[in-house]
């Protein structure tokens, strides 16, 4: 493509007159366009619109040419690791003392500081707010769901 036509493709393309596909082709001739940034600030202008950039490969120099060294991950010391298995029994023998120590069968819910000990309004509250959340989750997972198709979408439009 000579630079006059690749002026007119972006002139159309800034005037919103370019079809998808014209648009691919745009984006391919200024991927392979050679010319210096700054010769030409019509075609920098459509580069910076269009998000197109050129990658040039440096030369290799000669320190480069060895192979990189490896790195060798030393393990924890034994301490360590004796020390984190003792940390996890600890953890578990406390959390079953707890469990055990637990009183069974007492169903009790505070509510704007007052204690609420009857078993019924216990669970109906506890009911009432599991629902709630529920419907805020199903919510919630909808308005996701609904946002990944408009991206959906607009993925397509780009193609």
Known sequence: MTDKEL???IERYFEAETS???ERELRKALASHSAPV????LIDEAKAV??????????????SSRPPRKTRRLAPPVWWQSAAAVAI?????TGIIHINRAPRGECVA???????????AVMNMMFSDLSEMEA????????????????????????
């Open 20 to 22: 998808i596909a014209e």
């Open 38 to 41: 700054g010769t030409d600030p």
């Open 7 to 9: 002026h007119l493709l």
């Open 50 to 63: 269009m998000g197109v950039t050129a990658v040039i490969s440096a030369p290799q120099s000669a320190t």
């Open 89 to 93: 029994i600890a953890i578990l023998v």
């Open 110 to 120: 505070y509510l704007n500081g007052r204690e609420i000990s009857d078993r019924d």
């Open 136 to 159: 805020a989750s199903a919510s919630l997972q909808n308005e996701i769901s609904d946002d990944f198709s408009d991206i959906a979408i607009a993925f397509e439009d780009i193609d």
